[in-house]
């Protein structure tokens, strides 16, 4: 029993970790898209 709390302790350390990445990589990526869109309407309107 006495096993079960540190597991449980890191589990949810881990996933913390997991989410916190995986909310960085995500917005990351939104801004990313939104400036080669930006980047991308303003090369496409003087052509």
């Known amino acids: 029993m006495t096993v079960f709390?540190?597991?449980l302790v890191a589990g949810i350390a881990v996933t913390g970790f997991a989410a916190s990445l995986w909310f960085r990589r995500r917005s990351l990526a939104m801004l990313v898209s939104e400036g080669t869109d930006a980047e991308l309407?303003?090369?496409v309107?003087?052509?």
């Open 5 to 7: 709390w540190p597991a």
């Open 41 to 43: 309407g303003v090369g």
């Open 45 to 47: 309107r003087p052509a």
